[in-house]
């Protein structure tokens, strides 16, 4: 069996894989290049999405999930998002960084809340952590709760929010406690609508244009005690919890756009001609994609046994961070060697590879950096 061969999914994801593809020619592809204009998505496709299964698979069935908690489907559903180059929905950021947190920290009561509109795509979630003057450290979050009654009263500020524009429920961090370090941070579900709860700018960026990421900020907003999420004072344990899917999240996708866009250059490389020669031909970059093929599948192979060990309730936070780093890291110098393979035409926007290219660009970024990962496998190993 070739290293290619996937030994991850069985029948039921590849059904899935086919009606999710089904869902993304009919109901995203062709409205995918308006919505980079517009700089968010329509929030019918969410709808639609739900209607169809695609939202809250992982959910009990009594609040309207599937009921099935396998990140195999989660795996599924990023690829070929990835793959069709729909880097505008956050359907990955909803089911596979929130959801967790609902699932596993949530009372029966919020359950009842938010569940059902959460599977149906009528409530779009986010998270927030960064703020404009930390991201990476996130002990130095300043965004506060205060208790006051039956409320909490939260004060402070968040950007880079995917589906800032669009959520109506916000998972936000904030100290609750300013003297106990990392024990004094909770998680609150903060609803559109709180007075005091203002959206910013959708922010303008490099790529990902059909994606809303925005700015939020929050003066005296009362949130009632029942939106605590989790335990108080466990705000930071929860996120180092669930940090190892988010990280796993994004690795799946670089894994499959490194596969796109890999076939697609191999492709140009045998099609077009320079000095009457496939250019794939010259010893360079048939080295060069032989190097690039290599790399991709130690990738998919990596990036497959961390979801195996996701499923199986083993995924370390180091083994994480290392998928996190090295695929994403690969996926850019990979996405910039097939653009170069390309010559003009990969500068231009109406190939793919060059909105991969734009795209990619954040992976390394997002969900921690590239030298943050690395603290972590270092700090794992010792040293
Ligand atoms: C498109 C997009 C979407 C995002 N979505 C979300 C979201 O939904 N929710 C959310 O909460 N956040 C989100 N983020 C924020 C993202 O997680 C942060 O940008 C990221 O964690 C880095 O934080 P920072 O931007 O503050 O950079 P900083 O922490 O200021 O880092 C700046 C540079 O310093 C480096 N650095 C920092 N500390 C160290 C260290 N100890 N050793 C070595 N180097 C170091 C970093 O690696 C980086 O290169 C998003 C960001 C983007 C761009």
């Known amino acids: 069996m070739a290293l290619d061969d996937r030994h991850l999914f069985d029948e039921e994801q590849l059904l899935f894989r086919d009606s999710y593809r089904g869902f993304l020619a009919q109901h995203v592809t062709p409205y995918h290049a308006q919505w980079e204009q517009d700089g968010l998505v329509d929030r019918s496709v ?9 939202l809250g698979f992982a959910m009990p069935e009594e609040y309207g999930g599937g009921g099935v908690r396998d990140f195999r489907y989660n795996t599924v559903l990023g690829e070929e ?7 505008g929905i956050g359907f990955s950021l909803h089911n596979d960084v929130v959801a967790p947190y609902l699932a596993d920290l949530c009372t029966d009561e919020q359950k009842a809340r938010w569940l059902p509109a959460f599977c149906s795509g009528e409530l779009i979630t986010a998270i927030a952590m ?7 450290d996130l002990q130095g979050i300043r965004t506060t709760a205060v208790r006051d009654g039956g409320d909490w009263v939260l004060n402070g500020s968040k950007t880079f929010i995917t589906n800032g524009i669009n959520a109506d429920l916000v998972l936000v961090v904030a100290r609750t406690d300013p003297d106990a370090g990392s024990a004094g941070f909770s998680l609150f579900g903060v609803e559109r609508g709180m007075p005091g ?3 910013g700018r959708n922010l303008d960026k490099v790529g990902m244009h059909a994606q809303d990421t925005a700015e939020l900020s929050f003066t005296d907003v009362r949130v009632p005690a029942a939106n605590l999420i989790g335990t108080e004072g466990q705000g930071f344990f929860h996120l180092m919890n669930n940090l190892p899917q988010e990280r796993l999240s994004i690795a799946v996708v670089a894994v499959a756009v490194m596969e796109q866009v890999l076939a697609e250059t191999v492709q140009y490389c ?5 000095f009457g020669k496939p250019i794939g031909s010259f010893q360079h970059n048939r080295f060069l994609l032989a190097e690039l093929a290599t790399e991709t599948t130690a990738a998919r192979i ?3 046994r961390c979801v195996t060990e996701l499923n199986a309730g083993t995924l370390t936070i180091p083994d994480a961070a290392k998928a996190k780093w090295w695929t ?7 996405v910039d060697r097939c653009l170069q393979l390309h010559g003009g035409y990969g500068f231009m926007n109406e190939f793919s590879v060059a909105k991969a290219f734009t795209d990619s660009r954040v992976q390394t970024i997002y969900g921690g950096t590239t030298e943050i ?10 040293v």
Do not use: N, Y
Request: glycine residues 14%.
């Open 328 to 334: 994403t890291e690969l996926q850019v110098r990979l």
């Open 373 to 382: 990962m690395k603290e972590i496998v270092g700090r794992s190993l010792g």
């Open 302 to 304: 990596l990036v497959d």
């Open 130 to 136: 960064t703020e404009p003057g930390t991201g990476s």
């Open 81 to 87: 998002t990835a793959k069709a180059g729909a880097s």
């Open 46 to 54: 969410w709808t639609e999405a739900g209607k169809q299964g695609f």
């Open 270 to 274: 045998q099609d077009r001609k320079a």
């Open 197 to 199: 709860f203002e959206r």
